[in-house]
């Protein structure tokens, strides 16, 4: 184990420690951008250099702007096998990738809510199990919102004659999304939390509990949403950033590198994310931690 700043703060989201995070396993994390990148621009060259985009470009905007409109056709596109093949690589990558760090999340909280600041090995059956798990706990929240909307709109569609009443019937519809947003949102990462601490996969989908404790617990989800937005915001500044410095390389070196970039600066924010997430799940008592009333948030 290593000497990790959550054994001295383990009741305290520190923002700090989680901006650190992924730079202290750059190595591993680069690793992994490499690979997705390999995969992404293969498939997305293969397609590109099977498909005349330039060309189709050019019919697209003579259909747009012909005169004859009783003569208009779309532009043949033209799709060989190659580009077919290409286009639903790009697909498959985007979609495995995603599967993955998903599952692979839940390995690195359960590192972490051991104090283990390294990133685990990586397992990859097992971690796209777990985020096939994650994605069908995610779908469950989705259905239950969509549920919760579906609910509101009837609700306020007999009571739209009410004038005011309904107006502030409204006001209240509203605060109510917002709130079961959060504590929805909240809850997944209490699921994916209990997933790594307590070993069981069926914790993710106990969508009622988790949101009992999420709801419970809404303080920290705040504090945990507000750094969330903070790393949003800094990881998109410094993206653009360096998006700016090396955006101007063309063709497939330019292409490549757009690629690296964006893997990159997404990774880097996931395990920031994650290293907040393993210190919520401690604040709120998942794994060995117990919140205590008076606490703070350290920046």
Known sequence: MSNSP???????????????????????????????????????????????????????????????????????????????????????????SGLWLSGYSVSVLRALLRDDEQLPAIQFGRDMIAGLYLLLAGIGYALLFFALIFCEVVVLGFTSGLGSINGFLGMAVFLLTI?????????????????????????????????????????????????????????????????????????AAGATLSIILYYFFQLMQHFSTQHLIAQYALAIGIGDGKAKAGETMLV
């Not at 189709?56 to 043949?76: C, M, Q, T």
């Not at 209990?194 to 303080?219: C, S, V």
């Not at 360096?242 to 101007?248: E, L, N, R």
């Open 179 to 251: 709130g079961a947003a959060a504590v929805m949102g909240w809850a997944y990462f209490v699921g994916m939390a209990r997933m790594a601490a307590e070993g069981n996969q069926r914790a993710a989908w106990q969508l009622r509990h988790n949101m009992r404790i999420a709801r419970q617990n809404w303080r920290w989800g705040a504090f945990l949403l507000l750094y969330m937005v903070l790393l949003s915001l800094g990881y998109g500044m410094i993206s653009s950033l360096v998006g700016g410095v090396f955006g101007g390389f063309a063709g």
């Open 6 to 96: 959550m054994i001295t703060q383990r009741r305290q989201m520190n923002f700090s420690s989680a901006l650190r995070y992924p730079f202290v396993n750059f190595a591993k994390v680069f690793s992994i951008v490499l690979v997705m990148t390999i995969a992404m621009a293969l498939f997305t060259l293969l397609f590109f250099n099977s498909f005349d985009v330039a060309g189709f470009e050019a019919a697209l905007d003579n259909w747009v702007n012909s005169p004859d409109v009783s003569h208009l056709e779309l532009p043949d596109v033209g799709l060989g096998g190659p580009a077919i093949m290409g286009m639903f690589g790009m697909f498959a990558v985007a979609v495995v």
